[in-house]
């Protein structure tokens, strides 16, 4: 009995070297902090403060034993909340330029717009979004989709166009169940929400310095009430690249479950100074349907941007005119200062 244990040892310590061998795990993480302001009209909504987030992401990849390889990670997020689940996921390639991917908030998504930036987008810049899809008053603007399958756990596949790009395909059964959900380490079934599904295309067609994404996400109705639709978003975006300079134009359409629907116009440039700075400015006009706006909201975000070597910061000035679609509510100012630096 003793030698058979110390065999059985022997060869759970091979394979568990083997193992090793032909796989790699890699550490990374990143810090920032920022110090942002906002100011209203008579100064009703005016304050200012800090904030921060962390995170820490472990990835692992190698080869399978049929052939093919993998890769594997997550990540620990901090920014208010801590997230155990962020950017979860498992990724076998099938073949060369085919990937199918499992998990969650790791897969090419429609929530981010390619109009260049030096800094955050507009609506991270001005707190936007903070309460959630579509239910808060802060404002419009989106950098996206309002859907965002890809933030939800499921299914994905990507593949590459020989070089001119790559078409994703995702979906979400469950478009309510994250890392955070209770019953996340079993099959989670939530009746309040539905399934989702992604479609895109992001490459260069060919063309050096030039980026293409075409994306549509659809989020079918729980059916909760007799008035609720399904709700729909697409995320066009052209930008080219020369030298140091960058332009880029995007739209944004994103149908709500009311009916209701916000169209976005975006436009944005961004040039090098040099090696170290970088200034970019960019322009967001959204139109709500709702028959209570008044007047189109519109963002003009003006950004700098300097590396420091370890750290890099940024100072990031934004101005919102009829916040929320409506033109009682003036004009509002948002500035920040963000440090960042990756480990």
């Known amino acids: 009995m003793k030698s058979k244990l110390l065999l059985s040892s022997a060869l759970i310590s091979g394979l568990a070297l083997a193992g090793s061998a032909v796989a790699e795990t890699k550490i990374s993480g990143n810090l920032d902090i920022s110090l942002g302001s906002r100011s209203a009209d008579g100064g009703a909504a005016s304050s200012s403060g800090f904030g921060s987030e962390t995170q820490i992401n472990i990835a692992n990849s190698g080869d399978l034993n049929n052939g093919m390889s993998y890769s594997a990670g997550f990540s620990l997020e901090s920014d208010g909340a801590t997230d155990g689940f962020e950017g979860t996921y498992i990724n076998i390639n099938l073949a060369e330029g085919s990937m199918l991917h499992f998990g969650s908030d790791k897969f090419p998504a429609l929530d981010g717009t390619i109009t260049p930036k030096v800094s955050v987008a507009a609506d991270t810049m001005t707190g936007l979004g903070q309460a959630g899809a579509g239910g808060d008053t802060t404002g419009l603007y989106r950098d996206g989709s309002r859907i965002d ?83 729909k978003a697409r995320n066009l975006g052209i930008a080219y690249n020369f030298g140091q300079f960058s332009v880029g134009a995007s739209q944004i359409k994103n149908e709500l479950n009311d009916g209701t629907e916000l169209e976005t116009k975006e436009f944005g440039a961004t040039v090098a100074v040099n090696d170290n700075l970088s200034l970019g400015i960019s322009y967001h006009e959204t139109e709500d349907s709702d028959a209570a706006s008044t007047a189109d909201e519109e963002i003009t975000m003006v950004q700098a941007g300097y590396n420091l070597g370890g750290v890099y910061m940024s100072v990031n000035y934004a101005q919102m005119e009829n916040r929320n679609g409506l033109a009682a509510n003036g004009d509002d100012d948002f500035a920040s200062l963000r440090l960042g630096t990756k480990f």
């Open 149 to 231: 399958a890809v933030e939800h756990q499921g299914v994905g596949f990507l593949q590459d166009l020989a070089g001119l790009g790559n078409i994703g395909v995702y979906y979400t059964p469950n478009a309510d169940t994250d890392g955070n959900d209770a019953s996340n380490d079993s099959v989670n079934f939530n009746e309040t929400t539905n399934s989702a599904t992604q479609i895109q295309f992001k490459g260069n067609l060919g063309i050096d310095g030039l980026t293409v994404l075409l994306g549509q996400e659809k989020l079918d109705s729980a059916m909760l009430t007799t008035t609720e639709t399904d709700q």
